[in-house]
T-cell receptor, first 114, second 119 residues
Framework: AQSVTQLDSHVSVSEGTPVLLRCNYS??????LFWYVQHPNKGLQLLLK??????LVKGINGFEAEFKKSETSFHLTKPSAHMSDAAEYFC????????????FGTGTSLTVIP | GAVVSQHPSWVICKSGTSVKIECRSL??????MFWYRQFPKQSLMLMAT?????????EQGVEKDKFLINHASLTLSTLTVTSAHPEDSSFYIC???????????????FGPGTRLTVL
């Protein structure tokens, strides 16, 4: 069965310091993986996606994620946090076994301290 | 490209009334659209998958007679919450797939959401 685990419900970092949001998944097939960001009362915006090509994926706003099959992980990172990065982040997995249905993690709320 | 809109962005209604939420793909034709529900500080839960010209597929536990979905055209899907009650208050989000991009990935494009408050 497909599932996504976001290990931290809340992460707090200082502005200018690195960001690490953790995501582990389970999938019975070759998965597609995504990270979405949601600002308060806004829709979801795609940050990046893993397409079974390069394992290190670069997204928008300086974010990147590395697909590690051996660890079943897809952690999201950013070298230097900005105040505007404060939002809710969702890791999503889908695969062919479930008709490419999206499975969302429970989300990680990122706070950036000035 | 691949923009999805929702209308209204927020709605307040009295208990017992019905509310219709529209989801439109603005610059592509979406054969498949999805409806999600999100409670405060929680993740998105898939309610149903809407396929153009056919009946929607509902997830387990979602009342299809209460949440009516119509996908009558390739650019419009509607969700009608019938006889709404306060427990139906939530953030409803739709998404759509762009068939023109499926050769690359199964990405979904999300609308901005509709906040429903039932008094």
């Amino acid at each position: 069965a497909q599932s996504v685990t976001q290990l931290d419900s809340h992460v707090s970092v200082s502005e200018g310091t690195p960001v690490l949001l953790r995501c582990n998944y389970s999938s019975s097939y070759s998965p597609s993986l995504f990270w979405y960001v949601q600002h308060p009362n806004k829709g979801l915006q795609l940050l990046l996606k893993y397409t079974s090509a390069a394992t290190l994926v670069k997204g928008i706003n300086g974010f990147e994620a590395e697909f590690k099959k051996s660890e079943t992980s897809f952690h999201l990172t950013k070298p230097s946090a900005h105040m505007s990065d404060a939002a809710e982040y969702f890791c999503v997995v889908s695969d062919l076994d479930t008709g490419n249905q999206f499975y969302f993690g429970t989300g990680t709320s990122l706070t950036v301290i000035p | 490209g691949a923009v999805v809109s929702q209308h209204p962005s927020w709605v307040i209604c009295k208990s017992g009334t019905s509310v219709k939420i529209e989801c439109r793909s603005l610059d592509f034709q979406a054969t498949t659209m999805f409806w999600y529900r999100q409670f405060p500080k929680q993740s998105l839960m898939l309610m149903a998958t809407s396929n153009e010209g056919s009946k929607a597929t509902y997830e387990q536990g979602v009342e299809k007679d209460k949440f009516l979905i119509n996908h009558a055209s390739l650019t419009l899907s509607t969700l009608t919450v019938t006889s709404a009650h306060p427990e139906d208050s939530s953030f409803y989000i739709c998404s759509a797939r762009d068939p023109g991009r499926l050769v690359v990935i199964d990405e979904q494009f999300f609308g901005p959401g509709t906040r429903l408050t039932v008094l």
